[in-house]
């Protein structure tokens, strides 16, 4: 699925993407909004290559893996996030679709 998903999905997203880990033993539900959506130079392997950047919590910080993200639109659809930044208010995850 993922290969097939173009920027505007993501722009037009009406909730949260949601993933559940593993926090000390407890099943959490980690809440990921779009924070931006940027159009890459399209070439021959992608059409319509983006980068994706999602906002979660501050903690905890996910480690940089593919993680199964549902939403209500959009399904179950695996990414592989990596995180870009952190301030006082959110981590930031970037998802490369290249």
Do not use: K, W
């Not at 926090?23 to 983006?50: I, N, Q």
């Not at 593919?66 to 995180?83: A, D, N």
């Amino acid at each position: 699925m993922a290969d097939a998903l173009v920027p505007d999905d993501f722009r037009a997203l009406d909730a949260p993407l949601e993933l559940d880990i593993d926090v000390a033993g407890a099943s959490v539900t980690l809440r990921l909004s779009v924070d931006a959506v940027e159009t890459l130079p399209a070439h021959r392997l992608r059409e319509h290559p983006f980068s994706l950047v999602l906002r979660g919590p501050v903690t905890p910080v996910l480690p940089q893996a593919i993680y199964p993200l549902r939403h209500p639109r959009l399904g179950l659809i695996e990414l592989f996030l990596v995180p870009v930044g952190q301030d006082a208010q959110a981590t930031r995850y970037e998802a490369l679709f290249n």
